[in-house]
């Protein structure tokens, strides 16, 4: 391992050697061509006043006129090489920054229609979404991907890697526009929906790798609200069971985290981010495979969290692995992009299908030490309603 991170560090080295070599090569032969010119032109000067000079047709003091004149000129132009060095290192250099700053965001950030509060319900539907990633465009993640997810149910997501289940998640945030199809909240294409609106206030996204920033945990908590006052974002700490963590460091909420605070674990810093998405109190919530990176005493503590926080809620639970699917009223398996199989846990096991296979392939990782678990679910639903 270290052999080869050592010979991709060495070829690395060799091509900014290499490029540094070419620049210092390019700037060299223009500081020699210029420096060739320029004292040519002296001689020249030389040449011919001295010519003038042997028939009288120019005076000595004329001659040296020229010539500081000339060298002047001459001392002022080779100054332009070495601002040609700068200008090509500054252009390499600044790149990057331009690229940046010439971007334009494809999908605006404000903008848009609200759904007041009161009549906001939370119902989600893919109607035939079609979808590739702008930087992939002709691999098609999603194909006609119909589904739809009625207020206040829970709907796991579950599929194998690859098959698109990160990519309905962003989708609804509106982090990409879908090509073909639409994505509807209560009725309405979220085209037609302030962005800010729906990623600030409408939907609570937490994955398995929070961000946190180093700062305390209230404003870290606040982030999820600015508006909120303390109150509420004590409050929205005890639903997900972060208060008494909190409370237990020596300067309670006003403990920093990060870099020169406080380490937390990855199960208190996945509560900070519940509660973050709590503050919120968004009516989608999306669960990205909010436990999968924690070890089982904390994933009971995290999962106990999210059982509070997803009561009232249109919750989509992107399912990586099979244990975090028990609340789930249905269960839509997703295979290359498609809606391949919806039902309850029971229901798709006995069909014998896709989820059938997964998850006795997960049963087989977990004889072999793999960490994975099948809970069932208890809940009957009609499959059918579901979907479009
Ligand atoms: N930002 C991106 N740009 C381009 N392609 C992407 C991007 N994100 C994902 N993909 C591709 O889209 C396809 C679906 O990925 P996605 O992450 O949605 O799958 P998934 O079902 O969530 O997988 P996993 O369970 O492994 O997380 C994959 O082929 C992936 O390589």
Redesign the pocket.
């Known amino acids: 391992m270290e052999d080869e991170e050592e010979k991709l560090f060495a070829r690395e080295v060799a091509n900014s050697r290499r490029v540094n070599e070419n620049l210092g090569y390019g700037i060299g032969i223009f500081q020699a061509g210029s420096n060739l010119f320029l004292n040519g032109v002296v001689m020249g000067t030389l040449y011919a006043g001295g010519s003038l000079l042997a028939t009288n047709q120019l005076k000595a003091g004329d001659l040296m006129s020229f010539l500081v004149a000339a060298q002047t000129i001459q001392r002022s132009l080779a100054q332009l090489s070495v601002l040609f060095g700068y200008y090509v290192r500054g252009i390499s250099a600044g790149a990057r920054v331009f690229e940046f700053v010439k971007l334009e965001a494809t999908i605006p950030v404000k903008g848009g229609r609200i759904i007041p509060y009161h009549t906001m319900m939370g119902t989600i539907e893919f109607d035939r979404v079609s979808f590739a ?1 702008p ?2 465009p002709h ?1 098609t ?1 999603l194909k006609n991907f119909s589904l739809r997810i009625p207020a206040g149910r829970v709907v796991a997501l579950v ?10 998640a ?1 989708l609804v945030e509106r982090f990409y526009d879908v090509d073909g199809g639409a994505i509807r909240i209560d009725g309405s294409d979220i085209r037609s929906l302030d962005p800010a609106w729906l990623r600030g206030r409408v939907v609570g996204f937490i994955n398995q790798e929070p961000v946190l920033f180093a700062t305390s945990i209230m404003e870290n908590i606040r982030y999820g609200r600015p508006d909120a006052s303390d109150n509420e974002v004590r409050e929205a700490a005890k639903m997900a069971n972060a208060h008494e963590f909190v409370e237990a460091f020596p300067r309670g909420y006003n403990t920093t985290v990060g870099e020169r605070g406080v380490t937390v674990s990855g199960g208190q810093k996945q509560r900070i981010a519940i509660a973050r998405a709590l503050l919120k109190n968004p009516k989608i919530l999306i669960l990205d ?1 909010a436990t999968s990176a924690l070890d089982a005493e904390s994933e009971a503590i995290v999962q106990a969290a999210l059982e509070q926080c997803i009561q009232g809620r249109t919750v989509l639970i ?1 399912a ?1 692995r099979l244990s975090t699917i028990q609340n789930a009223d249905v269960i839509a398996v ?1 295979s290359h ?1 498609r809606l391949a199989e919806i039902g309850t846990h029971e229901g798709l096991k006995k069909l014998g299908g896709i989820y059938a296979d997964l998850i006795r392939q997960q049963q087989r990782d977990d004889k072999t030490g793999k960490n994975v678990k099948v809970e069932k679910t208890d809940k009957v639903n009609t499959p059918a309603s579901w979907a479009l």
């Open positions: 990633y930087t992939r691999q993640v599929g194998a890697s690859g098959g698109g289940k990160s990519t309905v962003q495979e992107i990586h997703m992009g």
